[in-house]
Each structure stands twice: as structure tokens, then as C-alpha cells.
């Protein structure tokens, strides 16, 4: 079976923990633009130069970057056989258009969307503690901030589109990991989408 998922929520909310978690669960190859970006910066590549002095300004990487990289992630035959959980992408209403040409393109669509729902002041929190443990240069209090404001503003209207298609599922971040991934699986289950 196909599984095509996408986890959304604030900085600092997890998906990314998450996410590693649900993909595993469900055999499916975890495509997070924060990786692909961050390997590119770490290999020095073109890519990865251009991307850090956004990330490093507290921007976020351009549409059609993104866009670009995602599409040729997605055409890969592990993601394409088995599906995929989307970590980072879409984040505004731009990317939505793209990301759903490109997979009607296929011939498919997302089977869910994992809304992981966490107050501002935690993912600050969560933020500040990943900066300080992973010595992370993106993640000063100006750029946390910034990020944060363009997530509220930009990435959190796209719930509303998902939710009017019937696929969101709105997930209470807060808590164990333990706690938040079987409230993940729960909404899953619910949903008939088979680990």
C-alpha cells in the first residue's frame, strides 16, 4: 500500500522526531527539505551556499528551490512505491498548488496531514534547547522569532485547505514522545491508513 503523508506544525513542534517515527512505522521514506537543505549546506555544494545565507538571515528558502527539490525527491522509486511523509514542504499556499500539480501529475494525492499543534512559547523553548545542544547558527533568538512569525502567518493558513479537503488531523504536540506519536498513529488508525 501507498502512504502519502505530511506533517506541518511550528518550528520546534517535533515533526521532525516525529516524523522519523511515523515513516519507520509505516515503511515510507521521510523527505524533509530541512535535511536535504543542511546536507547541501555540510557538503559545501552550491545549493548549500546559497541556502545557508538565507537560513542564516532567518529567511526561508525560495518556492521554487524547494519546489524543485521536492518534485525530484518524490520521483524516486522508494517514494513513488512505497509513498512518503513530507516534513518542511508545503509551507504556504504557493507550495500547495505546486506540490498538488505534482501529484496529480501521478495520478495521486495526500492520504493525511499531521497538524502538530504546540504553543508559541514551547516551540521558543524547544528551539532555544536544540540551538544550544546541536550548536545550530540558524537558530539565534531574532531568527527563531522571525521563523515563527512567518510559520503563523504563511504555513498555518494551509491547515485550513487540508482541513476543508478532510485529510488534516490536528495532533496535541504537547507531551512524551511516547504520548504525541500514538495520538499520530490514533488519528491514522482512524483514518484506515495500515502500519
Not at 506540490?99 to 516551540?123: K, T
Given at each position: 500500500m501507498t502512504t502519502r503523508l505530511l506533517i506541518v506544525g511550528p518550528q520546534g513542534s517535533g515533526k521532525g522526531t516525529q516524523g522519523v517515527r511515523v515513516a519507520e512505522a509505516y515503511g515510507i521514506p521521510v523527505v524533509s527539505t530541512g535535511d536535504i537543505f543542511r546536507a547541501n549546506i555540510k557538503g559545501g555544494t552550491e545549493l548549500g551556499l546559497k541556502v545557508k545565507a538565507i537560513t542564516d538571515a532567518g529567511n526561508l528558502v525560495p518556492d521554487d528551490v524547494t519546489g524543485e527539490i521536492v518534485s525530484d525527491r518524490l520521483s524516486q522509486s522508494d517514494a513513488v512505491d512505497a509513498g512518503f511523509l513530507l516534513d518542511g514542504y508545503p509551507r504556504n499556499a504557493a507550495q500547495v498548488a505546486y506540490?498538488?500539480?505534482?501529484?496529480?501529475?501521478?495520478?495521486?494525492?495526500?492520504?493525511?496531514?499531521?497538524?502538530?499543534?504546540?504553543?508559541?512559547?514551547?516551540?521558543?523553548?524547544?528551539i532555544t534547547e536544540r540551538a544550544t545542544i546541536e550548536g545550530r547558527s540558524d537558530d539565534t533568538e531574532a531568527a527563531i522569532a522571525h521563523r515563527l512569525d512567518i510559520y503563523e502567518t504563511e504555513t498555518a493558513p494551509i491547515a485550513e485547505t487540508y482541513a476543508r479537503r478532510g485529510v488534516l488531523d490536528r495532533i496535541d504536540g504537547v507531551g512524551s514522545l511516547d504520548q504525541i506519536t500514538e495520538r499520530i498513529f490514533a488519528a491514522l488508525d482512524a483514518r484506515g491508513i495500515v502500519r
Open positions: 506540490l498538488d500539480d505534482f501529484l496529480a501529475s501521478q495520478g495521486a494525492s495526500l492520504d493525511a496531514v499531521i497538524l502538530l499543534e504546540v504553543p508559541r512559547a514551547e516551540s521558543v523553548a524547544r
